[in-house]
């Protein structure tokens, strides 16, 4: 009896050395900030094993300012953001391997155009520099972020070297309440296992609220498995899988899709297979969550307040939470629905998908926002399909702003990042010291929650915006 | 890949848990090519004000601590992104080890192939270490990858686990591309059989 992950591992193995596996990889994706690969590649000369097997995409350093976009790449104003993209152009170009950057109606974030192109299937392995590469899990695969040394090591040899982790099941059950996500679900997760509890493990989510969950949904859980520490998150294919993938460009066709499909209906975990722990989810318990502090495991529902320090029993963790309340410049006992936001983020490859432009604009439509409010989709395609659906129309209506694919204040990197103090209800997954640019404070929260502060100008529970359909 | 054996000097205690990768890098030097400028990434906005002084509070701009080579920290030690500057900023302030009862499985990794040697030891000697060297600033310590000891500030000696394999390209300096390429027949009949059993994994033409 095994695992999906032991499945997939097991149908990877390329050789054994000592504790350690030297997996096959059949896909292997990497952005502009991959240039410390290939400068790797040029210094000791290798090569790429299989370039086809590469993908590369532009988007942590991207700008999503429309304007900026349509003048191309040499108009942009800082030379070091530029070389960035140029770089990527250029490595790509050297080794024969496919881009979809600048101009690109395939452009995207590389965990949301990806999958969009077929690349994520159930069985492979598929590896990213990026960590949030666990995003393709979703679709019954083994999908795990790397760094520079392991990227250039996959593109030499198409292989990378592992130590088998162990496996964690996470099972959620039961239906989510009126206003409650997938974000909330994996924020929920997170806040009760911790950010370091799946270190060491591969996450496989199971039950009947991933079951019910699109593909769309299913990407923004198993994206945050690695804001709990996890190697990979993982879901068995199903035929809402199988609905997705069907018909996109990498997607075997005709008799080659018949011959997959009944291969992908032997990954889920065979009945009674062994995990090497268990966590249970009772989906109907879960709110729409918020973070207050500077990591993904300090969140709490909206309905709650700050966490006082001094109420805090675990000495090391008081301190903690004293420190994340000074960077945050937040009271203790405050209500999170209290707390004032300058700006507003919908995007990421956590949240930058139709289904989350969907829900989003279903609060935009209630008003008009009262800070400065930024859509970004996750790719070019997401955002033909929103402007086809005419969501762009609600969120300029709206006062939101509509922007061009990227990872944009996410990575703030790209231009786009909050100022030094402001504070951000954001859609993205980290909430650490800076990260949307030093001195930023974020919050993390769904679609819909950001739309609703956007709307009040202050984190509120979008449930009692009303707007049910 | 420099090897790794026996390291002795200087520890600094960062007495604090969740030190993520942003930061150790803050995202915005990751675009800088790997060098001597890392010395002074690392952990640059805890180190650095706007105008780019130095605070001087922080226990990396103190002496001796500017002279460390070992840190020992709280849990959950490099969590986050898997951007490998976090491990060229400690190689690159001269940090070749750190201590701490756990760390993001990429940042381990990244670590690892770098000959910076991450330590796993519990909870509680990991706190007692960090107390000693509060207590007594300048304090040295030893990890030794072959014995596979710590050797705390008061000569006590902590043993650790290490991947046998990692610990061998550790000790070695070994190449691991190379290494890999000695694999080039498994390799390639990995790809024959993958060929035929799912051919539809195979780029179209």
């Known amino acids: 009896m095994k695992t999906l992950f032991d499945k997939v591992w097991d149908n990877h193995i390329v050789a054994q050395e000592e504790d350690e596996t030297l997996l096959y990889v059949d896909r292997c994706l990497i952005h502009e900030g991959s240039r410390h690969t290939f400068d790797t590649l040029h210094e000791r000369g290798l090569g790429v094993a299989h370039p086809d097997k590469i993908f590369a995409f532009s988007d942590h350093y991207i700008p999503t300012d429309p304007r900026t976009r349509a003048r191309g790449v040499a108009s942009l104003p800082d030379p070091d953001i530029r070389n960035m993209i140029e770089l990527l152009e250029r490595n790509t170009d050297e080794y024969g391997i496919a881009r979809f950057g600048w101009g690109d109606e395939r452009q995207g974030i590389l965990h949301v155009a990806g999958p969009e192109l077929g690349l994520s299937q159930p069985g492979i392995v598929l590896v990213g520099a990026d960590s949030h590469t666990s995003t393709h899990g979703a679709f019954g695969n083994l ?73 769309n949904e299913r990407m923004t859980v198993c ?103 000074a960077y945050m410049g937040l009271q203790p006992n405050v209500p ?48 033909r399909q929103a402007e086809a659906e005419g969501l762009d129309r609600i969120f300029t209506a709206a006062g939101f702003e509509w922007r061009e694919a990227g990872c944009s204040m996410c990575t703030a990197i790209n231009g786009d990042q909050l100022t ?24 993390l929260m769904s679609p819909a929650m950001a739309a609703a502060a956007a709307l009040r100008g202050h984190l509120v529970d979008v449930r009692e915006l009303g707007g049910r359909n | 890949m420099e090897p790794f054996t026996t390291l002795s000097g200087i520890a600094v205690p960062l007495d604090e848990a969740n030190l993520d990768t942003n930061q150790l890098c803050p995202t915005r030097f990751n675009k800088v090519a790997k060098g001597p400028r890392f010395r002074d990434i690392l952990l640059h906005d805890r180190r650095f004000n706007a105008d780019g002084s130095e605070k001087p509070d922080y226990i990396l701009n103190q002496e001796p601590y500017r002279q460390a080579v070992i840190a020992v920290a709280g849990r959950n030690f490099g969590v986050g992104s898997s951007r490998e500057t976090a491990v060229f900023g ?92 000695e694999y080039a027949g498994a390799i390639r009949r990995f790809e024959q059989s993958q060929a035929s059993a799912f051919p539809w994994l195979q780029p179209a033409s």
């Not at chain 1, 889920?268 to 966590?279: I, L, N, Q, R, Y």
């Open chain 1, 143 to 215: 999908s795990f972020g790397i760094g520079a040394s392991e990227t250039t090591h996959v593109v030499a040899t198409q292989t990378i070297w592992q130590r088998r982790p162990e496996t964690l099941r996470i099972s959620i059950e039961g239906t989510l309440g009126f206003g409650v996500t997938a974000k909330d679900i994996i924020l929920a997760v997170i806040a009760k296992i911790g950010i370091g509890g799946a270190i060491g493990y591969a996450i496989e989510y199971a039950g009947s609220t991933i079951a019910r969950m699109s593909m």
């Open chain 1, 223 to 325: 994206n945050m498995s690695i804001e709990a520490g996890g190697r990979a998150g993982m879901i068995a294919p199903d035929d809402t899988t199988y609905q997705f993938l069907a018909g996109r460009s990498f997607t075997p066709k005709g008799a080659a899709w018949d011959t997959a499909l009944a291969f992908w209906r032997t990954l889920p975990s065979d009945p009674g297979a062994a995990f090497g722990k268990e966590v249970e989810l009772d989906a109907a318990s879960v709110a729409p969550m918020v973070t207050w502090g500077t990591n993904p495991e300090q969140a709490l529902p909206i309905t709650g307040r700050v966490p006082d320090p001094e109420r805090e029993t675990n000495a090391e963790r008081r301190g903690e939470y004293a420190k994340a309340l």
């Open chain 1, 336 to 383: 999170l629905g209290d707390i004032a936001v300058d700006r507003v983020f919908i995007g990421s490859c956590t949240n930058g998908r139709i289904d989350d432009l969907r829900a989003a604009a279903a609060v935009a439509k209630l008003g008009r926002a009262v800070v400065p409010t930024w859509v970004v989709p996750g790719s070019e395609g997401v955002k």
């Open chain 1, 420 to 443: 030094p103090g402001e504070r951000c209800a954001s859609t993205s997954n980290r909430n650490f010291q800076g990260r949307q640019g030093p001195g930023g404070r974020t919050h």
């Open chain 2, 90 to 181: 400690l190689m690159g302030f001269g940090i070749r080890s750190v201590i701490a009862p756990n760390f993001g499985d990429i940042f381990y990794n990244n670590s690892l192939k770098n000959g910076l040697l991450p330590v796993r030891l519990p909870g509680p000697t990991v706190e007692l270490l960090i107390r000693q060297l509060l207590a007594r600033p300048g304090a040295t310590m030893t990890v030794d990858l072959p014995e596979q000891v710590v050797t705390g500030p008061d000569g006590a000696r902590h043993r650790f686990e290490v991947a046998p394999l990692s610990r061998k390209r550790l000790l070695r300096g070994l190449d691991e591309i190379a290494h890999t390429q």
